[in-house]
């Protein structure tokens, strides 16, 4: 019995677009699927009934922060992070990889294991590719990603990082990046097979692989083909939306998705922009995650299909139209821009809450265009529609 | 046609207790009734759906800090506060009286009227009765408040209020304390007649007189006989839970309630704790506003009808109950005292709006129990359902 099923109803004819379910122990979900982020079990300042009537029907939570608080252990005593956190529906669980790199002081990285200080009282952690999967076991999410060494942005693109959650500390000089991305692609590998091995629930929790490689196409070949000899359930690429821009990370997705198994889920780590998950479902992806919507949705900017909407802005101040007129979501249906400025400007919490609200549906409804463009063979409605995948 | 209409279902056998209903231009509410405090247009960090699911039927607003930010001009263009803050239910807002003597420089005080600093960016604003009875007539509350003069607490009871928003600031010597109550109190009854003059929306806003005195019950009867002399539809007792404790306080209200209208709604404003609730109740009081309920739930300060648990305490860390065993509120009904309690420690904004929901509910709940102990003259089941309220 596995612990995850992809099913696939339609392939699109222009492209290595797909568009299906896949089906966990706690429901399924459509794909493509974007995935809001709820790193400390909980989606920043939603309920779960909120965020499930935006039209999600998966989320993102983090090993890394719920090892280091509450502890797996206690969240383990608690029945596991779906009835902790109260969503029932299904649950991807980053692996920590990704946030011991950007997140901490490093102590020391070797074959074995990670040694690193907590980024909230500076304590002394080590993460290997077991004990991550020991916290994801505990935890009891349905999706659980390989940890990986997930490599540095190189300094050049560490500096044109957007805030989209950026490896800056750690950024490498240019001339060792190379050497530094192909360590970490090969050690990547060596640590699945450990991660594999070391996996205790795996009927019942789906281990993604994840390929690294940078924008280095060759590797990114070599670790896409690693990754494809073990039957998991479902892959991923890593080391993506760091800085390296929109160009740069389609041609690396052009580039490895078709190289992942054409039956199995594949999944885009923390991407991203609109015209960024278009462009990388016709290149075959399922599964997205991004900060975004919530992130900006707190700093009161709003996501629409004609570009953001700073809702600060003092030309809202009388504005009695919604954020955006095109949308269902909760907020445009019942609030006014002017309302929702007065808010930020008085630090009322609703504020964020309904930009959040509105920017995770704005991420949903573009998913539900962009399937249905999959079934119709209707890419050029979706681009009128959104003409902001085109900016 | 009257803005309101009170009818009283039951009156108590053993008290002066009545619970009844009553009608605004937005719909009616049943009493004795919670009104939980939206000061800036919103229930803090909680969606109006949300409130309503509480058993909310009536919120406060203030006009102080909407006259302020954003303007009540702009929330008139938007088409007035309950389409501006999205709440179809009946709205009361307080005349800013309160807030301007507890949250301001006073620079001048008259009888014309109070000039003052904004606590926001210190320009000068003035406020009279007229004034204040153009703010409500553009907000559009379904009850408005009279602009009263709101004596501070005398240094003794300052000193010993607890944080349920005094006027410590303002507060005056023991010596000079009757002096300012007696002039507040006529000149409460001044600014009456002119609020009543200038109120253009009479049918549609019901206009509320504030009974002052202080603790001087003979001042208290000379305000209540004063205010019972206009035939407005309904009476309010201001000037109280500002640190004179449980013992005055509900000899005051016990002195007051009965010298008003029998046929009009009785509002008591900014109490308070249960057991203030219930011995106002039972003096003949229909109508209650706290902050409690938000203020502490941001704290992570839980009521439950035993006494406060405080969610913060370690004891807490590996809790599965929830909040109150008892309580059906949507915090109750789905998350751990575990849970919330690593929502606080995250710092995550999920936590204060869990507790503030349970809060609320609490004092709803007290509210539906108060209604059926009148309606059923069983006072001691409520007392042994609420010990909190013999504490």
Redesign the interface.
């Known amino acids: 019995m596995s612990a995850l099923r992809f099913d696939i109803s339609r392939t699109c004819n222009q492209s290595n677009a797909r568009t299906g379910c896949v089906t966990t122990p706690h429901g399924s979900f459509h794909t493509p699927a974007f995935m809001p982020v709820g790193t ?3 989606v ?5 009934e ?1 965020v499930a009537d935006t039209g999600s029907e998966i989320l993102l939570s983090n090993t890394y ?1 719920l090892m280091l ?2 502890g797996s252990d ?1 969240v383990a ?3 596991g992070l779906h009835k ?3 969503w029932d529906k299904p649950i991807l669980t980053d692996s920590g990889g990704f946030q011991v790199f950007s997140l901490t002081d490093i102590r020391d990285i070797d074959d074995h294991g990670v040694t690193f200080r907590s980024h909230i009282d500076g304590s002394e952690q080590r993460l290997t590719p077991e004990r991550s999967i020991e916290v994801h076991n505990r935890l009891g999410a349905d999706i659980i990603m390989a940890f990986d060494d997930c490599p540095p942005a190189s300094e050049e693109h560490a500096n044109v990082a957007s805030g989209m959650g950026t490896a800056k500390r750690h950024a490498v000089k240019a001339g060792s990046y190379d050497d530094r991305n192909r360590i970490a692609a090969e050690r990547t590998i060596r640590w699945l097979e450990r991660s594999i091995r070391a996996h205790a629930r795996p009927n019942d929790q789906a281990l993604f692989p994840i390929v690294q490689g940078g924008t280095d196409l060759e590797l990114r070949t070599w670790c896409a083909n690693a990754v494809s000899q073990f039957d998991q359930p479902g892959f991923a690429i890593g080391g993506v939306a760091v800085g390296e821009g929109h160009e740069k990370l389609v041609e690396v997705v052009n580039h490895t998705a078709p190289l992942l198994p054409t039956d199995k889920p594949r999944y885009l780590m923390g991407v991203g922009y609109e015209r960024d998950i278009v462009a990388a479902v016709r290149a075959g992806v399922d599964m997205f995650d991004c900060v975004l919507p919530t992130r900006n949705g707190r700093n009161a900017n709003a996501f629409t299909p004609t570009g953001p909407v700073r809702l600060r802005n003092a030309k809202y ?2 504005d ?1 139209g919604p954020i955006d007129p095109t949308c269902d979501c ?1 907020a445009c249906r ?3 821009r ?2 929702i ?3 930020f ?2 630090d ?3 504020g ?2 309904l930009v959040s609200i509105h920017n995770i549906r704005h991420f949903q409804r573009l998913m539900l265009d962009i399937r249905h463009a999959i079934r119709d063979d209707a890419w050029s409605l979706l681009r009128s529609k959104w003409p902001v995948i085109d900016i």
């Open positions: 400390k079990a909980t920043k300042g939603l309920l779960p909120t922060h608080r509450p206690l005593r608690q029945g902790f956190m109260n101040r009388d009695t909760l019942g609030y006014s002017a309302y400025r007065h808010l400007a008085a009322e919490m609703l964020p809450i």
